[in-house]
Structures are given as C-alpha cells and as structure tokens.
C-alpha cells in the first residue's frame, strides 16, 4: 500500500511539475493508473515535449476542445492560456487576457466559412521550415479552421489534411502534430463510448451534422 501511495504521489508530483498545478483529470490516477499513465506519456509527447511553440499548441487544444462534448477540455485549457497553469506546460509562455480567448472561440466553424476559399489561401502562401504563426493571425485561423476538419471528420477531410501539410512543410513537431489527429486525440476523447467514432471526441454522423448546426 505504500509503495502505491509513493508512486501515486511520484506521479502527481512530476504533473504539477510540468503544469503548475494538478489538473483534476490526472486525479484519477488511484482508480486506473496504468491508464493515466499511458495517457501521461502521450501527453508528455505529443503535446508537453513538441516542438510546437507553446501557445500556439495550447490555443489550438482550445479551440479543438469547442467540439469536444466534454466540457472539461475547454474550460482547463482556457485556465491554462489565462494563466491558470501553464500554457502546454511551459512557465514562460505568455497568458492570453479574456478577449484574445473569447475572439478565439468566436471564430466561424469550418462549417460556416468558404472551405474551398480557404485552401486556396493557403496555397497562396509560401513554405516556411522555421515559422509558426503567432497568435490571432491570418494563418493561424486558416490552419485552426482546416484543424478542426481533421478533427472532427478524420474520413472526409482529405482537403483539409493536404491544405495544412502542405503549410506546416518541415516545420518543427509538424509530424507530431498532424500524427495526433490521426491518433484518436486521446487526451480530448472523454466523450461517452458509445458516442464516439474514431477521431478526437468524434461522435456519430447524425450528432456530427447536429454540431454543424449548433455551431454555424
């Protein structure tokens, strides 16, 4: 019993180590700890240790978090871009004030914009092997926008896939990143498993076409 309790503390410790504090999801590791742990390790790899630029990382788990049913995701990770932890569990990243966040989550859905427009603005743009976009940017909101349609329909988003990987190019932790969605996103999957497809929180098709709705 002691040795469970030192490693659950162990365990804890090095998630407050990385976030500044302990996220409630991660307390539950007594009741399935090699799961969490797995779920640690994903997160340790695909997200904490990406090189990503970390807000640009913790703004897109934002804004992917408004098709989540679970409203945990977003509402952790809008604490962490406030401030409230650590943004992608970096100290020096910079927090967001509530209006850069609401105007993040008051973009137009995938669903409510001229997809096809936005391919080919981005075709327009030139490679780049260094450069993320920084936050409230024009590329930054196309590449949300085809983001969320990998997200959400892994099977139909052909388009949207080719459109980012041919703007992320080489940049740094850009396989990483474009792995995560074909991943099952596993750290924003908490919906209910009957109601979930393969893909982040992906639900039914009828539910699916029920979010277009909601969210347009």
């Known amino acids: 019993m002691v040795e469970v309790f030192d490693s659950r503390a162990a365990f804890e410790a090095e998630v407050e180590g990385r976030f500044g504090l302990l996220p409630n999801f991660f307390r539950s590791s007594l009741a399935a700890p090699e799961l969490i742990e797995e779920l640690w390790g994903f997160a340790k790899a695909a997200y904490l240790d990406s090189p990503i630029p970390s807000l640009f990382k913790e703004r897109l788990f934002v804004w992917l978090s408004r098709f ?17 932890g650590r943004s992608s569990g970096d100290a020096y990243a910079r927090a967001q004030t509530r209006d850069e966040i609401i105007a993040l989550l008051k973009r137009p859905t995938p669903w409510a914009r001229d997809m096809p427009a936005v391919y080919a603005r981005l075709e327009e743009l030139p490679q780049s092997q260094d450069n993320w976009p920084n936050s409230g940017t024009e590329v930054e909101d196309l590449m949300f926008a ?6 959400t329909e892994p099977a139909f988003s052909e388009p949207a896939r080719g459109a980012l990987l041919r703007v992320v190019g080489a940049r740094p932790g850009a396989f990483v990143w474009l792995s995560c969605f074909h991943s099952g996103g596993p750290l924003l999957d908490h919906a209910p498993s009957g109601d979930r497809n393969r893909g982040g929180c992906q639900r039914s098709a009828s539910a699916t076409r029920g979010t277009r709705a909601a969210l347009a």
């Not at 989540?68 to 409230?84: K, S």
């Not at 085809?146 to 997200?151: E, P, Q, S």
């Open 68 to 84: 989540c049913p679970a409203r945990y995701c977003i509402v952790r990770h809008v604490g962490f871009l406030l401030g409230l």
């Open 146 to 151: 085809c983001a969320a349609l990998v997200f």
